[in-house]
C-alpha cells in the first residue's frame, strides 16, 4: 500500500531529523559530518553512522529536510547490502537506533564509482558540450558514440569514475593541477572549488595513492565487482517497475585489508530510478517521457529558480512545503516498493527517539 498522503500534516512535514552531532554519544574520536549524515567512531574499528533527513543538491545543504528521507535511504540501502553481500563485503553490521546503523570502519578510497545505463544528468550534459550527438564524445575516458538523444539507454552500461572531494583536494595530480592552470584567473576559485571532478581510470592508475588506492589493481577488483553490483541490482529493480538509470558508489578497506562498499547503496539519493512502464519516446515532443522516483525533482526545481549559479541563495532558499511533501511521497513510495516497509509517521522529535533508542542499546555516555 502505498503511502497515505493524509497523515503528512504540516506537524509531521516539520518533525525532521536535522544533521547534528550529539555530544551524549560515547566516542573515541571526534565524531564527523558528511553532507546528510552524521559519524561517530565508537572504537573496535566500528562507526555509529546517522541518516539525517537533511536534503542537498548542486552540493548545497538546504534549509529544510525532508520528512522520513534518512530513514527511507537506510532501509533502502541495507536491503541492497543485504542482497548483494554475496557480491562484495559492505560496511553494514546492523540497525541500532532509527536512522543509525552500526558500520565497519573503512579506510576510504576517494572515488566516486559512477554507473550509468542511460545517459542522462552530467554524462549528458558532458556529453553535449563537446557535440556528442553529431561527433561521439569521451566522458571519464569513456568513449560513447555518436547519435544518443537525451535520457536514451546506452548500448552498455559504462564506468565514469569521479573524484570524492574537489580539485583542491587533488593537485598533486597532474590532470587536477592542470584544470587549476587552463582556467582564466578569474575562474581560478570557483576551479579549485568544483565538487567531484570527473576522472578517467587511467588517471586514478597514474595517481592511485592521491585517491587512497593501495594498488593500482585495486580499481580494476572495484569495477569488476560494481558491473556485477549494477547487473544484480537492476535486474532486481526492473523486476519491481523500475529503470536504474545510474547509481554511484562508495568503497573502502576494511581493517583485514579485505575491499568492501561502504556509504550506501542504490538510493534515490545516489540513483537516477526511472519508471519502467512509461519510459518510451514521445515522437511529438522528440524525448523520452522519464518518470522520476528519485532526488532530481529537487534538483530540476533548484535549476528552474536559478538556484544551481548562487550557492548562497541555495542554502538561504525555503523550500516551499508542496516540494517537500511531494519529495516524502516520492521517497517513502520507492522504499515501500524495495524494502515492502514504510517509516513511522509521528509528531514525537525525532531526536528524542533516537537519543532513547541509542541510550537502551548502550552508545551514549
Ligand atoms: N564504513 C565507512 N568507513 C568510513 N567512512 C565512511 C564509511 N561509510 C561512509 N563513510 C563516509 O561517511 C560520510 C557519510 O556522510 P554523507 O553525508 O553521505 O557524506 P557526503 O557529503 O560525502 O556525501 C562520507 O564522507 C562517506 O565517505
Ligand atoms: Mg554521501
Known sequence: MPINEKLITPEVLNNTLRKEIYPEVKVIALPKKGKVRSIYDIGNNQLLMMSSDDLSTHDVVHKRQVYAKGGNLDAISSNCFEKTGHIIPNHFIRDVAPNTWLVRKAERILVEIVFRSYITGSGWRDYVKVNGPEEGAMVSGVSIRPGYRKNEK?????????????????????????????AKPEDREKTLNTDDPKLTEETIRNNYKAFGLRKPEDLDYIAEKSFQLFDSISRDLESRGYLLADTKWEFGYFPDGTIGLIDECVTPDSSRIWGKAQ????????????????????????????????????AAHWMADEVLKAGVIRYCNIREKITGTLPEITTTPRKDIILEALGDAGYLR
Not at 565514469?160 to 574537489?166: D, V
Not at 524525448?287 to 548562497?312: S, T, W
Request: proline content about 6%; aromatic content about 10%; overall charge negative.
Open 154 to 182: 546506452l548500448d552498455d552500461v559504462i564506468f565514469t569514475p569521479a573524484a570524492k572531494g574537489q580539485v583542491k583536494d587533488f593537485l598533486s595530480v597532474p590532470e587536477m593541477q592542470k584544470m587549476v592552470d587552463n
Open 279 to 314: 519510459y518510451e519516446f514521445n515522437p511529438e515532443k522528440s524525448e523520452f517521457i522519464i518518470v522520476q522516483n528519485d532526488k532530481q525533482p529537487f534538483r530540476d526545481y533548484v535549476e528552474a529558480l536559478g538556484l544551481d549559479e548562487d550557492k548562497e541563495a541555495l
